[in-house]
């Protein structure tokens, strides 16, 4: 060594001392640091005696392949250990003749190397090596591989008294190593005997099916109390009997939800817990959370959020119903602990390559938080925060524990990032496959409508925004009344408004009431969206004041401003045709004045008793005329003209879209006809608007969806 003599004392005491700290440091180590701890030693002991790179190569248990795993340069050489990665024994016989012997090589310089070292010059030429020391790693004469010094930049001499010491330190790192090898085949005996001990627990395995089998039998009996609850809803009661109702629904609810965490739960337990994967539509789905979360969210104030990336597909493959669990497990879960603020429901595209996906799910409030130590104790089972929080907010405490569960079927894991009294992010990725459609199959020629969104919300603006590539809309956006006013002049004509209800006193019903009664040109015509936090009736009846004003609950889901644009867009227009109809269109001896009947045409006896039960109840006092037929439609309609007609599309015969261009074509009728028929996918709404029917419900019909449908043509 250039700066010690080899007869200065003083440096081989450092140098022992060195080397009884780096023993002592691999000896504590073990095995999850052993490795970190070596690269340490060789950049200590590098350093002391001024070599340019210290290194360990390790033999794969055949020992027919050397790798370079653990290494250390001086600052300025060049690392060799990615070149140096399942190299053959082959490539260097000499070499390893010598250290399966257990014998040191020492090269003092490469240039006076033997002619019959040819293949190991081969490989120490080109990482300009100059001269180097390798000793051996083994124990009880078994060799592990063998540690290195390299002099690059000049040559460095080796005494006996430092190989000496070098080597007595090789034998302490393959001592380690077999401790740790046989640590590792403690630990795999361990996990076996831990293996044959889960089979004896077949006992706890009948109790989760026993457990199983008791939810069942619970939920027949519960779900007869939830139908008759419902039932009893709707019958005549005074507020105390329906406040009563309201408790025992409700209650009923909660415990369904129990027992179906139960049940997941048992079913865990048991093994058997299946995922159904098929090809789904995502944006839906996450539509379909959402709302079941919506009512608790209104009711504590709270507002919620769906930010979806456009980059992310419309269907990929995943198992609906327990995705869907474990959103809606994670949305109710933060509005529950949420008692101001938001809650936002997350999608991102993390990486994307042909058919394979990864997708980012988040779940972001603004509520209590989790202290760090009780966070892990979140996902244990029954495991809840402190008695006073399990006493205020309620819950089994299975929830995350089951959505962690199914998680990791579909190879992924939940997470948490949380603050105590700032908030809490669960989220977790989703690698799956994607047909890649990004299009919305429901696209029609409504689309490329000219679009404005007034709001001060940049919440509001942003949930809005991001629809505007999915809906495939020219959306303006001003953040006033006064911004819209001024400005809306200079963009082609806004054929529908989006307005938010806020606590700005000109937003809302406010800006409603001053467009539809003040001359603003332009505007005060065009219909509106009117966004809001509102369940009850009175808001919905204040709406009504006003003509083409639809009103919709937060958030802002895709499918559903979809269907609220094409819904208003059609209703103004109709409104249009019979204004029209009604000035230039000469009357003919089927325009007559309408009496007070609703015509039904269904072929289908039951669906038929179905809506003729639904329009009865809508309004009692309408008079119900029934055609089985599109040719007892057209028969029917010489006589009295009905008030308007519910048309089914699948008839035998003459069907409902046929039917309907008769009416409009021959008979010259202008009556509100809506299309009612099983078949909701595709194109079908558009082919009925395009032979002049004025709108579109789907079956199994819903009294409250007829009634909204009915109530924009006629009054109930």
């Excluded at 069942?216 to 009996?221: A, G, K």
């Excluded at 959505?403 to 977790?428: A, D, K, R, T, V």
């Excluded at 209800?501 to 937003?507: A, F, H, S, T």
């Excluded at 204004?579 to 038929?608: M, W």
Aim: proline content about 4%; aromatic content about 6%; overall charge negative.
């Amino acid at each position: 060594m250039e700066k010690y003599s080899n007869n200065d004392i003083r440096y081989y005491q450092a140098f022992n001392r060195l080397l009884v700290d780096c023993t002592s440091m691999i000896i504590q180590s073990d095995a999850g640091n052993f490795s970190s701890c070596l690269d340490e030693v060789l950049a200590k002991i590098g350093e002391f005696a001024g070599v340019d790179r210290s290194y360990y190569f390790h033999f794969n248990p055949t020992r027919e392949l050397a790798s370079n795993t653990n290494e250390w340069c001086k600052v300025g050489v060049e690392p060799q250990k990615e070149f140096l990665q399942d190299l053959s024994i082959d490539l260097f016989p000499n070499w390893m003749q010598e250290i399966e012997k257990g014998n040191e090589i020492y090269i003092d310089d490469l240039d006076h190397l033997d002619p019959s070292w040819a293949p190991e010059r081969e490989i120490l030429e080109p990482q300009g090596i100059k001269s180097l020391l390798v000793i051996p790693v083994r124990e009880s004469a078994v060799l592990y591989g063998f540690i290195g010094f390299d002099a690059v930049e000049d040559w460095i001499e080796w005494t006996e008294e430092s190989r000496q010491l070098l080597r007595i330190l090789a034998d302490n790192i393959g001592s380690v190593i077999r401790r740790d090898i046989q640590q590792h085949e403690l630990s795999l005996k361990t996990k076996q005997a831990e293996e044959l001990a889960e089979r004896a627990n077949a006992a706890s395995k009948a109790k989760s099916d026993f457990l199983a089998n008791m939810s069942h039998e619970l939920r027949t009996p519960l779900n007869g109390v939830i139908g008759f609850g419902q039932l009893l809803a709707e019958t005549h009661m005074d507020t105390i009997q329906q406040q009563y109702v309201q408790n025992l629904n409700e209650s009923a609810k909660s415990l369904m939800d129990l027992l179906n965490q139960i049940l997941d739960f048992s079913k865990i337990e048991a093994g058997k817990m299946k995922l159904n994967l098929e090809s789904i539509d995502i944006w839906r789905l996450v539509e379909n959370a959402m709302v079941l979360v919506r009512p608790m969210a209104l009711r504590k104030g709270i507002q919620i959020w769906m930010k979806i990336s456009p980059e992310l597909p419309r269907n990929i493959v995943s198992d609906p119903v327990r995705l869907k669990q474990v959103l809606v497990n994670l949305l109710a879960n933060a509005v529950k602990f949420t008692d101001r603020g938001q809650v936002v429901l997350a999608l991102n595209v993390l990486q994307e390559e042909g058919d394979q996906i990864t997708i980012h799910f988040s779940v972001l409030d603004t509520g209590i938080g989790i202290a760090e130590s009780d966070q892990q104790f979140l996902f244990t089972a029954f495991g809840q925060l402190d008695t006073s929080t399990t006493k205020k907010y309620g819950g089994s405490g299975l929830g995350l524990v089951i959505s962690n569960h199914l998680l990791g079927m579909m190879n992924s894991q939940l997470h948490l990032n949380s603050q105590l009294g700032i908030g809490s992010e669960f989220y977790f990725t989703l690698s799956t496959s994607t047909d890649g459609t990004r299009v919305r199959p429901e696209q029609t020629s409504s689309w490329g409508k000219h679009i404005a969104v007034v709001s001060s919300c940049p919440d509001f603006l942003k949930a809005v925004s991001q629809l505007e590539i999915l809906l495939n809309i020219q959306l303006h956006v001003f953040h006033s009344p006064s911004d819209l006013v001024l400005n809306s002049a200079a963009i082609p004509p806004l054929e529908v408004i989006i307005l938010k209800e806020e606590d700005k006193g000109d937003l809302g019903l406010s800006l409603v009431r001053q467009l539809r009664t003040s001359d603003f040109p332009g505007l005060s015509a065009v219909p509106i969206l009117l966004y809001n936090h509102h369940e009850g009736n009175d808001y919905y009846q204040q709406c009504q004041e006003f003509t083409f004003v639809k009103p919709l609950l937060l958030p802002v889901l895709p499918s559903e401003m979809e269907l609220a644009i094409l819904e208003i867009l059609d209703a103004s227009q109709v409104s249009k045709t019979l204004e029209v109809a009604q000035l230039d269109t000469p009357a003919t001896e089927h325009s007559g004045k309408a009496g007070n009947a609703i015509l039904i045409v269904e072929d289908n006896e039951l669906n038929l008793i179905l809506t003729r039960v639904l329009v009865s109840q809508i309004n009692p006092s309408w008079e119900i005329l029934v055609a089985r037929s599109g040719a007892e439609a057209l028969e029917s309609l010489k006589g009295e003209v009905p008030l308007l007609i519910l048309m089914d599309i699948q008839m035998a015969g003459m069907d409902g879209r046929q039917t309907t261009e008769i009416i409009r074509k021959e008979l010259q009728l202008s009556l509100p006809i809506i299309a009612c028929t099983a078949n909701a996918v595709g194109d079908e709404r558009e082919k009925c608007l395009a032979v002049g029917m004025n709108d579109f419900v789907t079956k199994p019909i819903v009294k409250e969806q007829l009634k909204s449908v009915m109530g924009k043509y006629i009054v109930i």
